[in-house]
């Protein structure tokens, strides 16, 4: 990997660390009044924080693995009630269509008159967690652990989350059967139709999964954000350094060799936490 560059910057009122490519592309600014780190490329994270660190030994924003946190609160013991371990891919589209599908009846009309409905449309999502759940279930025999429809306010919940050495993966499915799909920096496009938010909703899921978990782990959380498309003809990415991983179902093993981000030890503790409907209560 190219060697980095650290440039000071100081202008109203900011003091901030540029760390650039010998090109001069920025990868990533460090915040010293706040000590945080703002990464535009995610895959220097790791030489970001080597360079930081010889620009200004002691004096840098440390790697959040090693910043120091406040006590995490404790969480009372877990209740079978409260286990989310295991909860099934789709449990939440499962339950929807249990308790609110249409009837017999009402289905067979929409197919007579050929019309959409909801019902369709979630048991598409169904089907699609069901697939990359498989996947992802499948990477356990590497040391990972994958949590499916974790429950939020509002109702609605986390398609999926896999907590490993390599961190914590926020995964979201689409279901776009025998579609093509175009993803830029900020837009994806199903066969060239109109912008779909799913990129940032991503971003957003995770940020909401990091605050959660690092309230009640005593160390910082990695979390990616994780966009995985079913059953699609075609999946362009014409973003290089996107800060969303994209894959289609069977690409998902990609994440299985990672390492690096979390010990052991912390990964118990991630799964720990992440299992126990109580902690996303409030998320």
Do not use: M
């Given at each position: 990997m190219e060697e980095l560059r650290v440039t000071s910057w100081q202008r109203f009122g900011h003091d901030r660390l540029y760390v650039n490519l010998p090109d001069g592309t920025t990868v990533a600014w460090a915040d010293r009044a706040k000590g945080e780190v703002t990464f535009l490329r995610p895959s220097y994270r790791d030489a970001v924080f080597d360079a930081l660190a010889r620009h200004t030994p002691g004096d840098a924003p440390?790697?959040?693995?090693?910043?120091?946190?406040?006590?995490?609160?404790?969480?009372?013991?877990?209740?079978?009630?409260?286990?989310?371990?295991?909860?099934?891919?789709?449990?939440?589209?499962?339950?929807?269509?249990?308790?609110?599908?249409?009837?017999?009846?009402?289905?067979?009309?929409?197919r007579l008159?050929?019309?959409?409905?909801?019902?369709?449309?979630w048991r598409q999502g169904l089907i699609g967690e069901r697939r990359v759940g498989a996947e992802l279930n499948r990477l356990t025999r590497h040391g990972w652990r994958v949590?499916?429809?974790?429950?939020?306010?509002?109702?609605?919940?986390?398609d999926h989350l896999l907590i490993?050495?390599?961190?914590?993966?926020?995964?979201?499915?689409?279901h776009h059967e025998r579609k093509s799909v175009w993803v830029g920096d900020h837009t994806v496009k199903i066969d060239n139709g109109p912008p779909r938010p799913h990129l940032m909703k991503s971003r957003t899921?995770?940020?909401?999964?990091?605050?959660?978990?690092?309230?009640?782990?005593?160390?910082?959380?990695?979390?990616?954000?994780?966009?995985?498309?079913?059953?699609?003809?075609?999946?362009?990415?014409?973003?290089?350094?996107?800060?969303?991983?994209?894959?289609q179902e069977r690409q998902v093993a990609a994440l299985g060799p990672l390492s690096g981000a979390l010990t052991a030890a912390q990964v118990e503790r991630v799964f720990d936490v992440a299992r126990d409907r109580r902690v996303w209560l409030d998320a």
């Open positions: 440390g790697h959040p693995a090693a910043a120091p946190r406040s006590p995490a609160p404790a969480l009372p013991p877990l209740t079978p009630e409260d286990d989310l371990s295991s909860r099934r891919p789709g449990a939440a589209l499962r339950e929807l269509l249990d308790d609110s599908g249409p009837g017999l009846l009402e289905r067979l009309l929409d008159l050929r019309r959409g409905s909801d019902w369709d449309s949590l499916h429809s974790v429950p939020l306010p509002r109702d609605v919940d986390i490993g050495p390599g961190g914590v993966f926020c995964v979201n499915t689409k899921e995770a940020r909401r999964v990091r605050a959660v978990l690092e309230r009640f782990c005593p160390f910082a959380v990695p979390v990616q954000p994780v966009l995985v498309f079913v059953g699609v003809t075609r999946l362009d990415v014409a973003a290089p350094d996107l800060d969303v991983r994209v894959y």
